[in-house]
């Protein structure tokens, strides 16, 4: 219960922000276009890391071990991806089923990301499925070197609240829950690293909060630490 007063604390001062004009100066956009790149990078490495070890037939702990350090990567820019970049959301993390293009329903939409990779590496690695795991991982890394090489393409502006309370709702309705992590199980470090990328971005535009609502910003980020040493005493969703 108490973590769910914690949450809508949050989402609360999170509205009240975006509900204020945010007139952020350029060197705050460019700190979190930095944010951006580095971790991008580091999602990039990490996945053509997994891709090197599975072309060299590494055992399945190494896999797996690699292809969660990439899903953390992803979770620490999953809120810019998610909210600026939308129409890409589904081939870096999409749900592992066909669909239907909107405007045009006749066309199928073929699943791709990590959750399509994930049931090759999980629980157990099978090198009978080596050819088809890497037609799926160089699709990712593809769209992921994209997003990585355009950073300029990324352009916060004034709805980074907007974007990291969006983030929050995703955290609680498909992070915590498991949604997209069905097979690793490894949801409980992947909504840390999602909610600290929220206290990170915070922390970056904190000159540009408004004055009506600067008294509850240290609150907010303690809490946000108390969330995250609450989830890293918990392995996994049944254990909350």
Do not use: W
Request: some cysteine; overall charge neutral.
């Amino acid at each position: 219960m108490i973590r769910k007063i914690h949450i809508l604390l949050v989402i609360l001062f999170l509205s009240a922000i975006s509900s204020f004009s945010l007139q952020t100066p350029v060197s705050a956009n460019e700190r979190a276009r930095d944010y951006y790149t580095k971790y991008f990078s580091q999602l990039v490495a990490g996945l053509k890391m997994l891709q090197s070890d599975i072309k060299k037939d590494q055992p399945t702990t190494t896999l797996q071990r690699q292809f969660l350090e990439a899903r953390i990567s992803y979770k620490k820019i999953e809120l810019f991806i998610e909210y600026y970049f939308e129409l890409d959301v589904h081939r870096i993390n999409g749900p592992p089923l066909e669909t239907i293009e909107e405007e045009d329903p006749t066309a199928i939409r073929e699943p791709l990301g990590f959750q399509v990779i994930e049931p090759f590496l999980f629980p157990r690695y099978n090198s009978s499925t080596k050819k088809e795991v890497l037609a799926y991982l160089e699709k990712l890394i593809s769209i992921s070197e994209g997003l990585c090489n355009n950073s300029s393409l990324f352009n916060p502006g004034n709805y980074i609240m907007d974007a990291l309370m969006e983030e929050l709702y995703r955290i609680v309705a498909l992070g915590i829950t498991g949604f997209d992590s069905p097979v690793a199980q490894y949801s409980i470090p992947e909504a840390a690293a999602a909610l600290n990328s929220i206290r990170e971005i915070l922390v970056i535009y904190e000159p540009q909060i408004p004055r009506p609502v600067q008294g509850d910003y240290k609150k907010i980020i303690r809490l946000i630490h108390q969330s995250l040493s609450y989830k890293k005493k918990k392995k996994n969703f049944n254990s909350l």
